[in-house]
């Protein structure tokens, strides 16, 4: 399997904006938090959170392609069933099979959580620092906050046996940790 060094230097040379960066940084976290909880592999799951979305520099305009190029690239750097959970995190754009696995749901609503997370700690004085659940589920209600964050996919947190809040609170624990890393610390 690929180490953290090298998946690191592959999506940046694979990805140049700040942004793509940091959602994979804070996709890495929210994964390896996860994994924690859940009792999984927490290198691997980390790993398959910080390279997900390798490819959407070149697919951002390309949605049939997403994730699937990324599975190309990573083909022998990381087990099947990570490659697997790669695909299908986008399979409505992809048309790969629906997500099955505990990896796939967490690889799906784990990446998607960190958009409201990123966008919820930006319009707080302390950013990241003090965020709760319940102010989370308050913005997720709001459709115009974070209008391209998908709340359905948030909510699939249920398929690995998390409720919403707690979910949350794994998400905002996560991506605290790298908070200064990604420009959500408190000044």
Same mark, same amino acid.
């Given at each position: ?8 230097? $592959?999506?940046?040379?694979? *990805?140049? !904006?700040?942004?793509?960066? *940091? ?9 390896? #938090?996860?994994?924690?909880?859940? #009792?999984?592999?927490? @290198?691997?799951?980390?790993?398959? #959170? $910080? ?13 049939? &392609? ?25 399979? !409505?754009?992809? #048309? ?27 319009? &707080?004085?302390? /950013? ?5 659940? /319940?102010?989370?589920? /308050? ?10 964050? *998908? &709340?359905?996919?948030?909510? @699939?947190?249920?398929?690995?046996? $998390? ?25």
């Amino acid at each position: 399997m690929i180490t953290r060094d090298e998946a690191f230097s $592959l999506l940046k040379a694979h *990805n140049s !904006e700040a942004s793509l960066i *940091n959602h994979a940084l804070e996709s890495e976290a929210v994964m390896r #938090g996860l994994a924690r909880k859940l #009792g999984k592999d927490e @290198e691997l799951w980390g790993i398959t #959170g $910080l390279l997900h979305d390798l490819d959407y520099a070149v697919t951002k305009e390309q949605h049939g &392609r997403h994730g699937l190029d990324t599975v190309k690239l990573l083909d022998g750097k990381l087990p099947v069933e990570a490659l697997d959970a790669i695909r299908r995190h986008a399979a !409505e754009m992809n #048309g790969a099979e629906d997500p099955e696995t505990d990896f796939d749901f967490a690889l799906r609503c784990g990446e998607t959580v960190t958009g409201m997370v990123h966008a919820g700690a930006l319009v &707080r004085p302390t /950013k990241i620092d003090g965020m709760k659940p /319940k102010s989370l589920k /308050k913005k997720m209600k709001d459709k115009a906050f974070a209008a391209s964050v *998908n &709340r359905d996919c948030i909510r @699939e947190c249920d398929k690995i046996g $998390l409720e919403l809040g707690e979910f949350l609170q794994i998400a905002i624990d996560s991506v605290s940790g790298i908070a200064a890393e990604v420009g959500l610390a408190a000044d």
